[in-house]
């Protein structure tokens, strides 16, 4: 588990969107990979922005038209993290 944790914190700071997807899918965390950046680093899954960077007018344009702030998927998503994460 450990290294997949790794791994899929890694994909996320270094901007690997389909190794995100990857590692979450195995995960058995499905569709809800989209998430896990805006979950773990308050970035969207296709966000370009430096670590600690402001959201751009784009990214906070997508956040509210596509609900993606929505506390039921970020409910629903914890609920399928496993237990050590």
């Known amino acids: 588990f450990m290294s997949e944790f790794?791994?899929?914190?890694y994909?996320?700071?270094t901007f690997d969107n389909i190794k995100?997807?990857?590692i979450a899918y195995r995960m058995g965390l499905g569709?809800?990979?989209?998430y896990l950046p805006l979950l773990f680093m308050y970035r969207t899954i296709?966000?370009?922005?430096p670590l600690g960077?402001?959201?751009s007018p784009e990214e906070v344009s997508y956040i509210k038209d596509n609900d993606?702030?929505?506390?039921?998927?970020?409910?629903?998503l914890t609920e399928k993290l496993p237990a050590n994460m």
């Open 31 to 34: 569709e809800h990979y989209r």
């Open 20 to 22: 995100v997807k990857e």
């Open 53 to 55: 960077g402001k959201f």
């Open 46 to 49: 296709n966000s370009t922005k």
């Open 68 to 76: 993606e702030m929505n506390l039921e998927k970020m409910g629903m």
């Open 11 to 13: 994909a996320m700071c």
């Open 6 to 9: 790794r791994q899929l914190w």
